[in-house]
């Protein structure tokens, strides 16, 4: 099988036109077997079959729409067809509609495509990937400059000229020049506009010689109506601690944009008419990418007054627990460096608490906005660890090797949010006659 890769000058698929109002396209069944035809390694120029593309590429399924639905879509020869998805940023929110990423930046080092064709090979593919793009949401002002683009030539095809061949192919990016970087949710920030966190991929194709048309597969199918493993919208996109069926594509809506011989916005029907609600297939795999980027969380509930009421209206000043017996201050839980698995530079220190008492970090899954406790406000619930007790020194103590200390063989994978509190001894409080008091809280995300 001969296979020619080529990556396009900048600006090289700079596409024109203008979205429409949506229109409907009928997609087309697949009436042949979809083979895989493997990991094609674009370093080396050599094949691997039989072996996922995560275990080459990746190490991450960042992107995931591959739960396919019996159909694809049949484009004319020169449009260019454009579809989008989300890839989610650490701040993004996770629900049944989408995860908490896990970075702000992607590396994208492997891509996986899915198409049929009645040609005995397809002559060019091209393939472009765009940072910050919304499908159908062009407002006429054209498409923009691909982050990325890429040149397929003689991909397979079908055995023969007009028999349909249907295929999934992977590239892996790894070791080459040809690896991107795209955003999460755009600029890293979820904003919960379409525009501003998605991505998108675009899909050229050849003049075909039997006049008939080819293009990409179709998958995704949120209510599982074409395909009862795929579940809901984001389902397969899938982060250390999630759990999910194939993938039906985070952000992936039923149109997508078109220019050239096919212009304006397209759907596929959206569950009418016995059509599917899909985007065009694709897998991307990847890795973090920026390696400077900053982890370290954020604090939140504090007793000072902005939030819940802490024992006997003992406000410390902003920023800070409830008060204590240091003075008019409570006590001040910060953090330092970058919660990383595989590069832990992060500490957390606490200052403001009685000199030569003792102190336990406790860490938990859940965030509490703040229970009144004690004399203090607990705000870190699920506890899934608490240190060893530890006495403080001068009214302050750090914390450091989170793998290990200070919660002892207690490795923990990451993707899910972690919160922190310091609990601390007080005995001349006379406020509750608890004895004792808490910091403000602290959450981050451990990314690997």
């Known amino acids: 099988m001969l296979l020619r890769f080529t990556l396009s000058a900048a600006g090289a698929m700079v596409l024109a036109g203008a979205a429409t109002a949506q229109q409907g396209l009928q997609p087309k069944p697949i009436t042949a077997p979809v083979k895989d035809a493997g990991v094609y390694h674009v370093a080396t120029g050599t094949w691997t079959r039989g072996v996922s593309a995560v275990a080459l590429a990746g190490p991450e399924v960042i992107y995931d729409n591959t739960c396919t639905v019996g159909f694809y879509v049949g484009l004319p020869a020169g449009s260019d067809n454009l579809d989008s998805g989300r890839l989610p940023s650490t701040n993004s929110p996770s629900s049944a509609s989408s995860l908490t990423g896990l970075y702000d930046d992607y590396e994208v080092n492997g891509f996986t495509v899915a198409y049929c064709t009645f040609e005995p090979s397809v002559t060019s593919l091209g393939l472009g990937f765009y940072d910050c793009y919304a499908a159908c949401d062009n407002a006429g002002a054209g498409y923009p400059t691909p982050t990325a683009a890429f040149n397929l030539v003689n991909v397979p095809g079908g055995s023969a000229v007009g028999s349909i061949g249907c295929w999934i192919i992977t590239f892996d990016l790894a070791n080459t020049t040809l690896t991107f970087n795209l955003g999460g949710d755009c600029d890293g920030v979820y904003d919960n506009v379409a525009s501003t966190d998605s991505f998108g991929w675009s899909w050229t194709q050849s003049i075909p010689t039997t006049g008939s048309n080819a293009g990409p597969i179709l998958a995704g199918d949120p209510l599982g109506f074409f395909n009862a493993s795929c579940g809901g919208v984001g389902g397969g996109t899938t982060f250390p601690g999630a759990t999910a069926g194939p993938g039906t594509g985070i952000g992936n809506l039923d149109q997508f944009e078109a220019a050239g011989s ?42 000072d007054g902005t939030g819940a009421t802490c024992p006997c209206a003992g406000f410390g000043q902003p920023g800070q627990g409830c008060l204590n017996t240091t003075g008019t201050n409570g006590a001040t839980l910060t953090a330092t460096g970058n919660a990383f698995l595989s590069a832990d530079t992060f500490q957390l220190s606490i200052v403001g608490v009685p000199g030569a008492k003792p102190g336990i970090l406790l860490r938990g899954a859940n965030q509490l906005a703040g229970n009144p406790v004690g004399d203090g406000l607990l705000c870190a619930a699920g506890q899934s660890a608490r240190s060893q007790v530890q006495i403080t020194s001068a009214g302050a103590t750090t914390y450091t090797n989170f793998q290990g200390n200070p919660f002892g063989a207690t490795a923990f994978t990451g993707g899910a949010a972690t919160n922190y509190q310091f609990w601390y001894r007080d005995p001349q409080n006379t406020c509750s006659g608890a004895g004792f008091n808490f910091t403000n809280a602290w959450t981050v995300t451990w990314l690997p």
């Open 262 to 303: 096919l212009s304006g916005c397209f759907f596929f029907g959206g569950y009418s008419a016995a059509n599917p609600y899909s985007g065009f297939y694709m897998q991307l795999q990847g890795d973090q990418g920026n390696p400077s980027q900053s982890n370290t969380g954020n604090a939140y509930c504090f007793g």
